[in-house]
């Protein structure tokens, strides 16, 4: 079999420089996939693709960077080409997860480019270009892609540094009951990246279909929404030129996802602003010259003080001082409530006390209390800078619009922040997408769609099929909450976990504990080396502040490295993450040991509902092994 260098001297009328990229880009193909080759040059052609276990890449080699408008042409032609391809299993690459990489032959280090729809190296970097990327398929499924490419680049001559596997039967890559695919079983080791690559054939049209106003994907846990809005991002920024945006309320989840964008889009980076609301929020009023006192200490103790001098009046209707604070912030501030006759009148959806008018007054007192509190100490609440932020917004909106906004985890949001977000991203085309989930909501409260002004009729879009969870975790989490009915964020029926259709085969695991709280320690170290996973696709989680620092401090005792999950980036570092579950949300692990002590979680409402809630989005963080325990006072 010749080599690389041969087989890219066959090729006519590639010059030295040509020769020696494509060469080094047809070795790194030497365990699976496969270079094509452009017979002759076309303006806005790719020169070659290339498929690997990284995934495709369309690649042009030249002395000049092209430019915007060749960069544009030269993106739609690699989606083109790829749209609609199958690899294993029936799923489908998505058009989206063709990178666009301009090498220039050479070793100059530095050159400038009028775009950022592409990559950008020399030849010399070339090497790191491709040793550093995320394998997202098996050698079998690189070799399938390769297959089923070959059949569409006709003007394009296939060079292979081993023998080209014979050309898969279409029943084999189109019937996806039949196995689980290469992909999902890649997943099951990598609990971002190899999500990133492919995509049901459902989910592709969601990615580029274009909405005339503001859509919604929902689903239960683990279809794949956080995925399809990553590639939808992408698809998005191809096409605009302006800023775009990706928020949530979880404050760490923005800085893991930035991570995954990074893999998916490297060309992209700095495209998509990723924050959670209130860091925008606060920066965002920074920036108009207002700065904010946003101190957890410093609101506690403002509720704390306001509490001891109203509680007389309602601990006789409900002794627990957390339930009247969400009443302030959830209900009161998180709808933007002004007045005692709008509070009156305002929906307590989800709420599980009926208040009378009185009961209503005597909120109403603690609520100014509080606000004179925090008033004396010149601070804000969390709902209190997103209210800013809004006025503000309204006064002035921003010099230079967002040519889109993605908000994820949305059933988590205040009413107050998502017409903030709905007034930032606009009713116009593509231009608001709201992912999310009523059945994993687990702050007290709610709200519709309709109530923030925002129309989504004929844009709702739902997924069905869970591709995270193995069979035995699935039906494990399935039994909690199994009767519950589920809001689809409009005041419709949404979807259930337990009507999810499940992608993978069986495998997993699920152990159940109980037992003391003496006895936990041993347990608990004990299940986390039993693991046969590398620790950064290990987590721990708790429901309460309490148990986490215990976990923490049992392990940490082990020898056992751990990082809290609210530091958690999405970087391996060789730890064991270990957090609340409201820290663990929007986030997966390949093996998860969730902690159950009894300890009243940091907030409760809806006669226990959002306690379930919280333990199926615990469960449901687990890909292949879950851990469960229930830990019982000592005797």
């Not at 009156?344 to 209390?369: F, I, M, N």
């Not at 997408?433 to 004929?458: C, F, K, M, N, T």
């Not at 909450?481 to 695991?509: K, M, Q």
Request: net charge positive.
């Amino acid at each position: 079999m010749p080599g690389a260098v041969e087989l890219v001297a066959g090729v006519p009328g590639l010059d030295a420089g040509q020769r020696r990229v494509l060469a080094a880009l047809l070795e790194h193909t030497a365990t699976g996939g496969g270079l094509f080759v452009r017979v002759g040059r076309a303006a806005g052609e790719p020169d070659a693709f290339q498929v690997s276990r990284g995934g495709v890449r369309a690649v042009v080699v030249d002395d000049l960077a092209p430019d915007a408008g060749t960069g544009r042409a030269l993106v739609r032609h690699a989606e083109e080409h790829c749209a609609g391809l199958r690899g294993p299993g029936g799923r489908e690459f998505p058009s989206t997860a063709v990178g666009v990489v301009w090498v220039r032959p050479g070793a100059e280090p530095t050159w400038s480019r009028d775009d950022r729809l592409y990559q950008a190296v020399n030849e010399t970097g070339l090497a790191a270009l491709t040793t550093r990327e995320t394998r997202h398929l098996s050698a079998a499924a690189a070799n399938r892609v390769a297959g089923e490419l070959a059949k569409r680049l006709r003007a394009y001559r296939r060079l292979s540094v081993g023998p080209v596997p014979p050309a898969p039967e279409q029943g084999e890559l189109i019937d996806g009951g039949a196995v689980v695919s290469d992909v999902v079983d890649a997943a099951r080791d990598r609990p971002f990246e190899s999500w990133l690559t492919f995509l049901h054939p459902s989910q592709r049209r969601l990615v580029t279909r274009r909405y005339s106003g503001p859509a919604r994907i929902s689903g239960p846990a683990g279809t794949g929404k956080t995925v399809v809005a990553l590639h939808r991002l992408r698809h998005l920024a191809r096409r605009h030129s302006g800023p775009l945006l990706f928020t949530t309320f979880v404050r760490t989840l923005p800085e893991v996802h930035a991570r995954a964008f990074r893999t998916l889009a490297p060309e992209l980076d700095g495209r998509v602003e990723f924050t959670n609301l209130h860091a925008w929020a606060v920066e965002f009023l920074r920036a108009r010259g207002t700065a904010v006192l946003l101190q957890s200490k410093v609101v506690d103790a403002a509720f704390g003080q306001a509490w001891l001098r109203e509680r007389v009046h309602l601990e006789p209707v409900e002794p627990t001082s957390g339930y009247w604070r969400d009443e302030l912030t959830q209900v009161i501030g998180g709808r933007g409530v002004g007045t005692f006759e709008e509070y009156l009148a305002v929906p307590r959806r989800g709420r599980r006390l009926r208040l009378t008018e009185s009961q209503r007054e005597a909120v109403w007192r603690l609520h100014d209390r509080y606000r004179d509190e925090l008033a004396r100490r010149g601070a804000c609440d969390f709902t209190d800078v997103i209210t800013l932020a809004d006025r503000e917004v309204r006064r002035s909106p921003p010099e230079r619009p967002y040519a889109a906004v993605v908000v994820d985890e949305v059933q988590d949001l205040p009413l107050v922040g998502l017409r903030l977000l709905h007034r930032l991203a606009g009713d116009g085309p593509d231009r608001l997408l709201l992912v999310g989930d009523g059945q994993q909501q687990v702050y007290p409260g709610g709200w519709r769609l309709s109530e923030a002004g925002i129309p989504i009729l004929g844009r709702g879009e739902v997924l069905r099929v869970n591709y995270r969870n193995r069979t035995e975790i699935l039906d494990f989490a399935r039994r909690i909450e199994a009767t519950d009915t589920i809001d689809d964020l409009d005041g419709g029926a949404g979807v259930a976990l337990r009507d999810a259709e499940a992608a993978h085969s069986p495998g997993g695991t699920v152990t159940t504990w109980r037992g003391t709280d003496a006895e936990l320690p041993a347990a608990l170290v004990g299940a986390v080396r039993a693991l046969r996973v590398d620790p950064d696709r290990i987590a721990v989680i708790a429901f309460g502040r309490g148990a986490v620092a215990r976990c923490r401090a049992v392990l940490e005792k082990a020898g056992v490295a751990v990082t809290p999950l609210e530091r958690y980036t999405g970087e391996p570092d060789g730890t064991v993450k270990v957090g609340t579950v409201l820290r663990a949300k929007g986030l997966d692990f390949q093996a998860v040991l969730v902690v159950n002590t009894g300890e009243p979680p940091d907030r409760d409402d809806e006669g226990g509902r959002l306690g379930e809630r919280r333990k199926l989005v615990a469960a449901t963080r687990a890909r292949d092994h879950l851990w469960w325990a229930t830990v019982t006072p000592n005797t």
